[in-house]
Structure formats: C-alpha cells, structure tokens
C-alpha cells in the first residue's frame, strides 16, 4: 500500500510539473473563463440560461477534447517509460508489479480527473458570486460523468500502453481510436440505418456502448428531451428507459469500462517481457 | 547465487540466448564480455526478471525472478549502461528508492561524496537535467548504498572522468566482498584488477569462461 501510493504521488508530482499539464490545464480553465469573457451565462438559447448554459457549453466541448487529451497523455505513461529505459530502473528495485501500474494508474486518474472537474468549480463559484442560480443537480451529473469518462479513456489508455513498444505506435491507435469514437461509429452507424440493413434498436444499442455517445446523451439528459435539441439516439433512449436508469448505466458503464481495460492493460503488462 | 540453466531466449526468429548455462557464486567479480548483440543485456535482464525465457531457468538465490519478484530485487543492485532520463527529482527518487527498497538516504549521501558528487546543492534538480558523469555518480552511490549481495554494472564507467573513476574502483574494493560482482564491459582493462573471472558471449552462447 505504502508502495502504491508513493508510486502516485510521484507519477501525480511528475505530471504536475510536465508542459502538458500545464496546457491540459489551461485549455479546460480557459474555456470557462472565454465563455464568461463572452458573456453565455447572459444569454438565453433554447431554453437553456445562465450557469446551466455554460455547464453544457463546456460539457459539450470536453465531450470532444478530453478523451484526446487523456490518450495522448497517458497513452506514453508505461509504453514511454519502457522506450526511454525509465521502467527498466525503476522496476529495478523491489517493487511489485501491481503496485507500480495501478500507482501509476491513481496518480495519472487524479491528473486528468482534478483540472476538469475544477474548472467547473471556478464556474459554479464565479457564477454563484455573480448571482447566478447554481443548477446543481447539473454539476453533480457532470462530475459523475467526467469522473467516469475519464475513467474509461484512462484505462483504454493504460491498455494501450501495455502492449505497444513504442510511444509513436501509442501514440497513432490513440488518434485512431478518438477518431474513430468521435466520428466513424456514428457515420457508419447513419449509413445503416438509411439503408435499412438493421433494426434501429440494435443501431442505437451499438451507438450506446461508445463511452462518448453515452456521455452526449447523459449530458443532455436533464433537460427537456425535444428530438429536435437531442437528436434521435438520445430521444429513443430517454423514451425507453427512465432518466434515473439511464444516469446510473452513463456513470456505471464507463466506469467498469475503464476498469475492464485498466485490468487486461496489467496482465499484458505482468505476462510480457517489461523492457 | 545465481544459477542460469539452459536459458533460451527468442525474440521472434532471433535466437539471443541459445542454451545458456552458468553460475555465478559469492565472492566472483566477472566480466561479461562481447560484441553488440551477442546476448549481455538479455542475460543481464533476465538475471532481473525482465524477460520471460523460453526455455530454461533463473535462480538468484533458489528464487525465480519473475515469480519471487520481490525477493530478488531486494538483493540486487543495478546501474545501466545509460542513466535513464527520469524526470523525479533527485530528493523523489530517493523517497522512491528509500522507501521501496528500504536504502538509507543518508548512505547514498555519503556514497555520492565519495565519488565527489555533492548531492545536497542539487536535491530539488531534475535527475534528467543533471550531466552524465553526475548521474552515473549518483547512481553508483545508490547501487553501494542499496548493500546488496548482488550488484550488475553495465559499462559503469562510460560517462565517468579518470578521477571519478578511480573513485569508483576504490569503493568497489570496499564493498566487494561476500558479493557477485557483474560487469557488463567491451573493455576489460577498465575492470582488470577488480574481477577474477572472464566469460565471452558470442551469438547467444558462452563461448568462453576463464577464472584468474
């Protein structure tokens, strides 16, 4: 345990002092701060105001920049620590395995978990200073979310990085699986459906188990579900299931996701040659 | 202490370790010897536990180092060929070290002013920002400090001054006995009066093994 922890909270101290934290962090607290600069806590679209307007802006934004911001990231955390001969030094004093990855794994979780999350704080406090009515049944779901969003894409990250030899490798399936997440499924998932090869129930299953479509349709979730606002996957889903139901699998299913994958990345890297 | 028994191991079609067996005992200096690519750095990582054999077997000390992990580092010290750029400061890797391998702080400080390496004025300094020779002082210090039975060197002296070096020799003489020391070295003039066993890799396989 002592080990564990040790191992996060220098991989934590590590991170803190590299440049891309210091990016990481500012795009996230920039976004909230551009969005007040230009005023959308005052303005009024579609039924959406004040700081509840702001969280989805910037909910929705981080739908697209986290999961590429948490893989490039950490995708290098084992696969470059073995490229630069680190792991070969550091595995080379009497620390297991599992304490190593899964220190690893805590110490990067909090990383890219904190600045997301604080950011949305610096929000909820700047508005609530300003006056405006704290939505807060919106910034818990948010920060479920992104706990569990940054769950999944950790831990896909860290599978990733078990496997792969070099950091440039990491790097490319990182991009493909963004890429692919983001925008393939969806489009061939579209094209099927205009075709009518598939029943729309299993399109629409096959949309959800994408972490970032389950993420999009929970992000909208407590508001009013119009099809025109939410688009037809989450109207089908929002009239299938209750709304409660439905939070609970878009925290849950990512989490365990994320767990799934954190899990195999360790056994990859306790079954393979380290160095 | 440590026992290899035909060790075989593949990378791909590339055989780097064909049937390798030898043993190294208390009180045996060696120098293991070779050309690039002949199979030194896959023994010396398998001794660590780095690599899964295809064949065969390591025991350091009855244990195997991939099973007993834990148990075999705790007697081995390492020093690579190159210091790895680790982005810890020098005060975390000791907390790193200290606390996963229960080494004195104090000891690789006295170690390191030894080898004229004064690790105070440089504690809060990225270990990857120090120069090469400074590193490979540190790291030589941490290997002595770590008192282990084991201790496997990888060209230690590659970035080192003569001065440094000689220094180097010195606390090797000090520390040596009751221990298997392991130099992995292209140049066997640099460690002549410290070993009293020479072994000769060629393409995976011990094609020589002198004691003097």
Redesign the interface.
């Known amino acids: 345990m002592k080990n564990l922890l040790l191992i996060a909270y220098l991989d934590l101290k590590e991170s803190i002092r590299a440049k891309w934290f210091v990016v990481y962090s500012l795009v996230f607290g920039g976004l909230i701060a551009l969005f007040f600069i230009a005023g959308v806590t005052e303005s009024q679209v579609m039924g959406f105001s004040g700081l509840s307007r702001l969280l989805l802006m910037y909910i929705q934004i981080t739908i697209v920049i986290l999961p590429i911001f948490i893989l490039i990231t950490t995708v290098r955390s084992i696969s470059g620590d073995r490229d630069s001969h680190v792991l070969e030094y550091m595995l080379s004093f009497p620390i297991s395995l599992k304490q190593y990855y899964w220190g690893k794994v805590i110490g990067r979780f909090i990383t890219v978990f904190l600045p997301v999350f604080f950011a949305m704080v610096i929000a909820v406090v700047y508005g609530a200073l300003k006056g405006a009515a704290i939505p807060w049944s919106i910034f818990f779901l948010y920060t479920g979310l992104l706990f569990a969003m940054s769950s999944a894409f950790l831990g896909i990250a860290f599978f990733i990085s078990s496997f792969v030899k070099s950091s440039e490798v990491a790097l490319g399936l990182s991009f493909f699986i963004w890429i692919f997440l983001l925008a393939f499924i969806d489009i061939a998932l579209i094209s099927l459906m205009m075709q009518e090869r598939m029943s729309s129930g299993l399109i629409i299953f096959i949309s959800l188990i994408n972490p970032m479509e389950i993420f999009r349709v929970a992000a909208i979730s407590l508001f009013d579900p119009q099809l025109t606002v939410m688009g037809p996957v989450a109207f089908y889903i929002l009239d299938s299931m209750s709304q409660t139901v439905f939070v609970l699998v878009s925290i849950g299913y990512p989490l365990m996701l994320g767990l799934m994958f954190a899990f195999l990345g360790y056994k990859i890297f306790e079954k393979k040659d380290l160095v | 202490m440590i026992k290899v028994t035909n060790l075989t191991k593949k990378f791909g079609s590339n055989v780097s370790l064909d049937n390798i067996n030898c043993e190294f005992k208390k009180n045996e200096s060696i120098a293991l010897m070779g050309a690039n690519g002949a199979g030194k750095t896959t023994l010396v990582?398998s001794i660590?536990?780095?690599?899964?054999p295809n064949s065969g077997e390591v025991l350091i000390n009855g244990f195997n180092p991939i099973k007993n992990?834990?148990?075999v580092?705790?007697h081995?010290?390492?020093v690579?060929q190159?210091?790895?750029?680790?982005?810890?400061s020098i005060h975390?890797l000791m907390?790193?070290?200290e606390?996963?391998?229960k080494v004195d702080k104090e000891l690789i400080k006295h170690y390191a002013n030894e080898m004229k390496l004064d690790i105070n004025a440089n504690i809060n300094k990225s270990f990857f920002k120090l120069s090469g020779g400074m590193k490979q002082k540190l790291?030589i210090a941490i290997s002595l400090a770590k008192k282990s039975n084991i201790i496997i060197y990888d060209e230690p002296t590659a970035n080192l001054d003569p001065k440094a070096r000689d220094d180097f020799y010195r606390l090797l003489k000090q520390n040596e006995e009751d221990k298997v020391l392991l130099f992995v070295t292209h140049r066997l003039e640099e460690v002549r009066d410290l070993v009293n066993r020479q072994i000769y890799m060629d393409l995976g396989k011990i094609v020589s093994d002198e004691r003097f």
């Open positions: 990582r660590m536990g780095y690599y899964h992990r834990l148990d580092l705790d081995i010290s390492f690579p190159l210091p790895p750029p680790i982005k810890l975390e907390e790193y070290i606390v996963s391998a790291l």
